[in-house]
């Protein structure tokens, strides 16, 4: 398995961003090009790389360091970039076809990463914590999250939740998914032999 650096190079991208966007080191102007707002392809990769407060980023950098150093690892780091950008480039467009406000952040490149990595890993367990009444862990199927929480943006997106790009999730998870199979077809993911099954070996009976 290979050391993430493309992954981490994003999340520094995006951490970068956010420090010179709070200290005002980029223009309105320039700002404004950066923004999903129209087709323009400044806009489809700029979005990627804004968030709107602290909490924003701190959320999509989690989610990007569990599944994208995952995927990072068993991909060439070209390959990674442009699965990622791609994902996100599939979820903006999402975003302007059926909602078409303003938008920012990396969240619907993040769900592509998710959806890429159900195509790979879709019987892995994953990690997840949670604090209720004291801080935890617990373990669930990659399927079971991903799709779970690929049903709960598609809701969300149909009951039109405000304050949440849910289309781009949708576009970007769907996206993801297909990307994973085509370059799973293609060879370019590389599975030991000790992995579990990916969905292709599930599909084609190659699975043990």
Wanted: glycine share 12%; aromatic share 12%; charged share 10%.
């Amino acid at each position: 398995m290979r050391s993430p650096w493309a992954n981490l190079a994003i999340m520094a991208i995006n951490v970068i961003m956010f420090v010179l966007v709070a200290a005002g080191a980029i223009p309105d102007e320039a700002l404004d090009r950066l923004v999903l707002t129209d087709w323009s392809p400044l806009g489809l990769i700029g979005y990627q790389f804004l968030h709107g407060g602290i909490m924003h980023l701190a959320g999509n950098m989690i989610l990007l360091w569990v599944f994208g150093n995952a995927l990072n690892g068993i991909m060439h780091d070209v390959d990674y970039v442009l699965a990622y950008l791609i994902t996100g480039v599939i979820a903006g467009a999402t975003h302007l076809l059926i909602d078409g406000s303003p938008a920012i952040g990396a969240s619907g490149a993040i769900s592509g990463m998710m959806g890429l990595y159900l195509a790979v890993y879709p019987k892995n367990d994953v990690s997840c914590f949670y604090w209720f009444f004291r801080p935890g862990t617990f373990e669930v199927r990659g399927y079971i999250l991903i799709i779970g929480w690929f049903i709960w943006d598609l809701i969300s997106a149909l009951r039109h939740v405000p304050g949440i790009a849910c289309w781009a999730h949708v576009g970007g998870m769907a996206g993801g998914f297909i990307i994973g199979l085509l370059l799973l077809k293609m060879q370019r993911i590389h599975i030991a032999n000790y992995d579990n099954p990916t969905v292709l070996d599930l599909v084609t009976g190659r699975a043990e």
